[in-house]
T-cell receptor
């Protein structure tokens, strides 16, 4: 157990809908990262927050957004969902900005 | 451009033997590399990391080798066990402090009992 908690584990929704994925980092970790894992793209970095502020952005679609709250948990919001958004979404956390990233078990999103 | 790739997508090894998983990277500016293990239904699990000022680092049953001349990274697992069966990813940071990890496509390691 990495100490990173993601909910829900599975999510099934329809095209056009909006969902929110939640991540609780390890105790004491200030950085949170979001990754998308799909069969044809592998693990892709989406976005990073450090102590509530956005610090790095990857290939995150404009339909996707994230935030980190004062208690350091983070949420990834996916809107106007498309079939191609079906994937595993992982959250990772680290103590600071130059530390090993520890991953949660992921949320499996299925868009039908 | 940046890219991280694996030479072998699948690898089968007899239990007790040693295994070597390879990874090539194209960005010579990368200065930090990490190996992750992902078991079915789980998130990536940190195994070992290495900075570009090193060429070898050892952990428990694992060794990472870095050859900057040919931009090659390898993960050696000694005395493999059934629990080593998983997909292994290498990942790179463009520079230590830039937290964006670029992952390779992964190698599936299967340990044959």
């Amino acid at each position: 157990d990495s100490g990173v908690t993601q909910t829900p584990k599975h999510l099934i929704t329809a095209t056009g809908q909006r969902v929110t994925l939640r991540c609780s980092p390890r105790s004491g970790d200030l950085s949170v990262y979001w990754y998308q894992q799909s069969l044809d793209q592998g693990l892709q970095f989406l976005i990073q927050y450090y102590n509530g502020e956005e610090r790095a952005k990857g290939n995150i679609l404009e339909r996707f957004s994230a935030q980190q709250f004062p208690d350091l948990h983070s949420e990834l919001n996916l809107s106007s969902l498309e079939l191609g958004d079906s994937a595993l979404y992982f959250c990772a956390s680290s103590v600071g900005q130059e530390d090993i990233q520890y991953f949660g078990a992921g949320t499996r999103l299925s868009v039908l | 451009g940046e890219s991280v790739g694996l030479h072998l997508p699948t690898l089968s090894v007899q239990e007790g033997d040693n295994s070597i998983i390879n990874c090539a990277y194209s960005n010579s500016a990368s200065d930090y590399f990490i190996w992750y293990k992902q078991e079915s239904g789980k998130g990536p699990q940190f195994i070992i990391d290495i900075r570009s000022n090193m060429d070898k680092r050892q952990g428990q049953r694992v060794t990472v080798l870095l050859n900057k001349t040919v931009k090659h990274l390898s993960l050696q697992i000694a005395a493999t066990q059934p629990g080593d069966s998983a997909v292994y990813f290498c990942a790179e940071n463009l520079n230590f402090g830039n937290e964006k990890l670029t992952f390779g496509t992964g190698t599936r390691l299967t340990i044959i009992p």
